[in-house]
């Protein structure tokens, strides 16, 4: 019985190893990312600052940023989305989050030869918790920058002429 269960781990981790090191490869060859954030409006974020912090959070690791006319010119149609939802109900002093970041690029179906989907997600990572009615942007943003920095490692890492 306790081969089976830790057969069923290995397996497990092994699985979960090998979608992380398929995930990061899905970042190579990207010349930088255009940023598209979404928060919701119980977070106590303000979604411009939100955008221009995590811009220059990707900036300073390394991760180039593309603007508007390039990102529409580069093959691949790369972004990566940030979403920040809070759910907190008015009475009540606790409040639960989920932060998602994906990169989303064009792909191809292996199964339908030239068919291009638009915005798959091919790297993702998440969070969710809960935090103090009072000051839950403040309690959320490690957790958002936790993210970035995850996904700046993972670009750097298929990407090192990207930190010169």
Same mark, same amino acid.
């Given at each position: 019985?306790?081969?089976?269960?830790?057969? *069923?781990?290995?397996?497990? /981790?092994?699985?979960?190893?090998?979608? #992380?090191?398929?995930?990061?490869? *899905?970042?190579?060859?990207?010349?930088?990312? +255009?940023?598209?954030?979404?928060?919701? @409006?119980n *977070?106590?974020? @303000?979604? $411009?600052?939100? @955008?221009?912090?995590?811009?220059?959070?990707?900036? +300073?690791?390394?991760?180039?940023?593309? #603007?508007?006319? &390039? /990102?529409?010119?580069?093959?691949?149609?790369?972004? %990566?989305?940030?979403?920040? #939802?809070?759910?907190?109900?008015?009475? !009540?002093?606790?409040?639960?989050?989920?932060?998602?970041?994906?990169?989303?690029?064009? =792909?191809?179906? $292996? +199964? !339908? &030869?030239?068919?291009?989907?638009?915005?798959?997600?091919? /790297?993702?990572?998440s969070?969710?918790?809960?935090?103090?009615?009072?000051?839950?942007?403040? +309690?959320?943003?490690?957790?958002?920058?936790? %993210?970035? #920095?995850?996904? =700046? $490692?993972?670009?750097?890492?298929?990407?090192?002429?990207?930190?010169?």
């Open positions: 019985m306790k081969r089976i269960a830790l057969l *069923s781990l290995l397996l497990a /981790w092994t699985a979960t190893v090998c979608a #992380d090191e398929l995930a990061r490869e *899905s970042l190579k060859g990207m010349e930088g990312v +255009r940023l598209l954030i979404e928060v919701g @409006q *977070s106590g974020l @303000q979604e $411009a600052t939100l @955008q221009e912090e995590i811009a220059q959070r990707l900036i +300073r690791a390394g991760v180039p940023q593309l #603007d508007h006319d &390039t /990102w529409l010119a580069t093959p691949g149609g790369q972004y %990566l989305y940030v979403h920040v #939802d809070v759910i907190c109900p008015s009475t !009540a002093a606790i409040c639960a989050y989920a932060i998602r970041v994906e990169l989303r690029q064009d =792909a191809l179906l $292996a +199964r !339908a &030869t030239g068919l291009k989907v638009h915005g798959a997600t091919t /790297w993702n990572s969070r969710i918790g809960t935090v103090s009615a009072t000051a839950a942007g403040d +309690r959320i943003r490690p957790s958002i920058d936790a %993210l970035i #920095d995850e996904f =700046a $490692a993972d670009y750097r890492a298929v990407n090192p002429a990207s930190t010169e």
